[in-house]
Nanobody
Framework: QVQLVESGGGLVQAGGSLRLSCAAS????????MGWSRQAPGKEREFVAA????????YYADSVKGRFTISRDNAKNTVYLQMNNLKPEDTAVYYC????????????????WGQGTQVTVSS
């Protein structure tokens, strides 16, 4: 079993930055790919970023490449999403995810979801 708890969401002006955190707990975190997805009102949940606990490869949606960075702190069992140059279209609930493969994260079909944290970007 894996538990995921997100934090760090909030209201920010366009062009600003936020850092989301995802505190993970579970017995075999090193075997999971971790990632972030988001869901805006009236839209389907979409992939944002992913990385494996045991490696350094990262994956991003085209819409966030060059602006968002996913990272992890293995000692703290925490995954981060640094979001820079935020745009109003980034407004959504952001969810942390844990899955057995990169595909599980990129297709928004992970084994576990967090409860989500709201990010609102004003113009």
């Amino acid at each position: 079993q894996v538990q995921l708890v997100e934090s760090g969401g909030g209201l920010v002006q366009a062009g600003g930055s936020l850092r989301l955190s995802c505190a993970a707990s579970g017995r075999t975190l090193s075997s999971y790919v971790m990632g972030w997805s988001r869901q805006a009102p009236g839209k389907e949940r979409e992939f944002v970023a992913a990385m494996a606990w045991s490696g350094s490869n990262t994956y991003y949606a085209d819409s966030v490449k060059g602006r968002f960075t996913i990272s992890r702190d293995n000692a703290k069992n925490t995954v981060y999403l640094q979001m820079n140059n935020l745009k109003p279209e980034d407004t959504a609930v952001y969810y942390c995810a844990a899955g057995r493969s990169v595909a599980a994260i990129t297709t928004t079909n992970p084994n576990y979801w967090g409860q989500g944290t709201q990010v609102t970007v004003s113009s």
